[in-house]
Structure formats: C-alpha cells, structure tokens
Nanobody
C-alpha cells in the first residue's frame, strides 16, 4: 500500500501562484508514475499533470506552459507549481500514483480556489 498526503491548496487571486505537494509513504519503491488530477463538482476528474520515475512529464493542454510538475525521489514527494492561475483552475486537486504491478492510489484532495 501507498499513502498519499497533499498540502498547499488554498485561495489565490487570478494571476497568482500556488505550489502543491504530495508526500508518499509505504511501498514507495514501487512507484512508477506520480501526478495530479483535478475535479470540479459535477464534472469528471481530469488529468492536470504526471511525471514518471524517470522524469518524463505529461500535461493537460489547459495547464501546459503554466503548471510545472516535479519530483524529489529521495523524499518520495512530488510537486505541482501552478502559475498564472485562472478562475477555471478552481478545483479539488488530487495527488495520484501508479505503481509497477498496476496498482494506483489517490490522496484525499486539496481545494484550490482562484478568485478575486
């Protein structure tokens, strides 16, 4: 099992920045993909960004060039730096990991509100 704990969400004005963190514990040696998804009430959860253990990244078109995903393998932690935030980025952001062996785990979610 892997446990994920997110931090860093909150309220920010349009154009501002936030950094989300996700700390993993447990079978972290099996982690292959780390990432962030987001969900707005009434809509499906959608990809924001992922990064593999080897550093390959993937971004949703809606966040490309504004968000940066990174990881610290030694700390079993990954981050989502969110810049130039827009009201449409408002969502609950979920930390996600996919393990070798095809297991996946989710964090509890951290809310991000972009509003003036």
């Amino acid at each position: 099992q892997v446990q994920l704990v997110e931090s860093g969400g909150g309220l920010v004005q349009p154009g501002g920045s936030l950094r989300l963190s996700c700390s993993a514990s447990g079978r972290t040696f099996s982690i292959y993909v780390m990432g962030w998804y987001r969900q707005v009430p009434g809509k499906e959860r959608e990809l924001a960004a992922t990064i593999t253990i080897n550093g390959m990244t993937n971004y949703a078109d809606s966040v490309k060039d504004r968000f940066i995903i990174s990881r610290d393998n030694a700390k079993d932690t990954w981050y989502l730096q969110m810049n130039s935030l827009k009201p449409q980025d408002t969502a609950v952001y979920y930390c996600y990991t996919f393990l070798y062996g095809a297991q996946e785990y989710w964090g509890q979610g951290t809310p991000v509100t972009v509003s003036s």
